[in-house]
């Protein structure tokens, strides 16, 4: 079955990009997301790329998919302290008959003054 | 974003008792709920995906009759911890998709605390 992995840890100082990356092993993934947790919280849908995109970008937010190499990266630029949280890649794929969502470990997030 | 909402977002109950959570759809109709059980700082395990009248696919090791899964209607899902014990002690939550977009969305969770 798919297999989705990511960084656990990534510290970035306030105002730098980071980038956090996340790789899969299924293909036939459909499209590819990133939720971001914060403590306590429920998932927010941060943005998801279709998998014959090759990049997608949302204000802030970047994301790159090398679909041959099965590499998802999500560049978030000008990071502030409210960005500190866990972030959650998860590949979407058929499975048992049905759309799931197969997510990774989740990067903690810290950001710095 | 879509807002799925869930209810209680925090509850104790003393072991052997059951508890039931809801997810609801506030804003779409949600053909497909799923639910999740997450630990301390670990990532989602998905425990069933449910569709609208029909009966929810457990993911494997899940005990169905453990864990009942109801999806009546199109905003509407429920679970129900049946006997729970302090093992069931976990943060739950819920995720909605409309079927027809790719998008889906989160509950805030609950915290279930099994004494």
């Known amino acids: 079955g798919e297999d989705v992995e990511q960084s656990l840890f990534l510290s970035v100082r306030e105002g730098d990009s980071s980038v956090i990356n996340c790789t899969y092993t299924?293909?036939?993934?459909?499209?590819l997301y990133w939720y971001k947790q914060e403590p306590g919280a429920g998932l927010q849908l941060l943005t998801y790329i279709f998998s014959n995109m090759d990049m997608k970008q949302d204000q802030r937010l970047t994301v790159l998919l090398n679909k041959k190499d099965k590499h998802l990266s999500l560049r978030i630029a000008d990071t502030q302290t409210g960005d500190s949280a866990i972030y959650f890649c998860a590949a979407k794929g058929l499975s048992g008959g049905y759309n799931k969502l197969i997510f990774g470990a989740g990067t903690r997030l810290a950001v710095h003054p | 974003g879509a807002v799925v909402s869930q209810h209680p977002s925090r509850v104790i109950c003393k072991s052997g008792t059951s508890v039931k959570i809801e997810c609801r759809s506030l804003?779409?109709?949600?053909?497909?709920m799923f639910w999740y059980r997450q630990f301390p700082k670990q990532s989602l395990m998905l425990m069933a995906t449910?569709?609208?009248?029909?009966?929810?696919?457990?993911e494997q090791g899940v005990e169905k009759d453990k864990f009942l899964i109801n999806h009546a209607s199109l905003t509407l899902s429920t679970l129900t911890v049946t006997s729970a014990h302090p093992e069931d002690s976990s943060f739950y939550i819920c995720?909605?998709?409309?079927?027809?977009?790719?998008?889906?969305?989160f509950g805030p969770g609950t915290r279930l605390t099994v004494t």
């Open positions: 449910s569709n609208e009248g029909s009966k929810a696919t457990y």
């Open positions: 804003d779409f109709q949600a053909t497909t």
């Open positions: 299924d293909s036939s993934s459909t499209y």
């Open positions: 995720s909605a998709g409309d079927g027809a977009n790719p998008e889906q969305y």
